[in-house]
């Protein structure tokens, strides 16, 4: 279930849809390069060695961005919760001990927060014969967005400090929203929505009908992080599906 094994269930995708359009430009599953349908499976053969018995599979272990939600809530209940516990405890005169009891506790919540924000916890997401499957949490939960699908594609912003600046109060930090990617919303007949993001954006328009797809509003928060590469492996398992067309 890596990225060669999405690459190779891609590739008869692009293959096919580059017989039915051979004036045009497909994106390589493997290395997101565009290139032109006449020369894709001879750019599969040369440069990444595949061959027609490779069978791979429509599974991709992604970045999980829902952790980072599940991760805050242990840190929250630690500050809001047994911090006025310590102080009640020492009387409100707090001894070293106690301090260094919650200082312990804070650490050790925040830890799996620090990994989440840090891209450390997988998520699988499998794109299956009626659904689009997201595994998440450690594995303990999943969520899935049943066909057909709806699209919907938008930028991902960030909140970025700008340097310090001066006022009459004193020092302080400006800051803004800036370009941190793009995503792709799918939601499914079933209400659900999987929020898809990727710092290299999603190419989406460029390949697949404007009219399946909708534009929308900026985002911060997304499900998953996807590579470029497997940015374009999903948008391939989707049309094998029928939920996506390429351009006329």
Not at 19 to 31: K, L, T
Not at 59 to 79: E, F, H, Q
Not at 162 to 179: I, R, T, W
């Amino acid at each position: 279930m890596d990225t060669h094994d999405s690459a190779r269930a891609a590739a008869p995708v692009a293959l096919g849809l580059a017989a039915e359009q051979p004036d045009r430009s497909f994106p390589c599953p493997w290395c997101g390069a565009d290139v032109g349908a006449s020369n894709l499976a001879k750019h599969f053969r040369k440069v990444h060695e595949w061959g027609d018995a490779n069978v791979g599979d429509a599974t991709l272990v992604v970045v999980d961005r829902r952790m980072v939600l599940l991760a805050i809530v242990p840190v929250v209940l630690v500050v809001l919760g047994f911090w006025p516990f310590v102080v009640e405890l020492a009387g409100g005169e707090l001894d070293r001990f106690l301090l260094l009891v919650w200082m312990g506790a804070f650490c050790l919540v925040s830890l799996p927060l620090i990994a989440a924000l840090n891209d450390k916890f997988k998520a699988q997401l499998e794109v299956g014969p009626d659904s689009v499957r997201l595994r998440y949490a450690l594995g303990m939960a999943w969520t899935a967005a049943t066909f057909p699908l709806r699209f919907e594609t938008g930028s991902l912003i960030k909140r970025e400090e700008q340097g310090m600046a001066k006022d009459g109060h004193g020092y302080y930090g400006p800051s803004e929203d800036v370009h941190a990617g793009s995503y792709i919303r799918c939601t499914g007949a079933n209400g659900t929505s999987l929020i898809l993001g990727s710092k290299s954006g999603t190419q989406l328009r460029k390949y697949w009908r404007d009219d399946e797809i909708a534009a929308t509003k900026n985002r911060r928060r997304r499900d998953v992080d996807l590579t470029a590469v497997q940015m374009i492996q999903i948008q391939y398992h989707l049309a094998a599906r029928g939920q996506l067309s390429p351009r006329p």
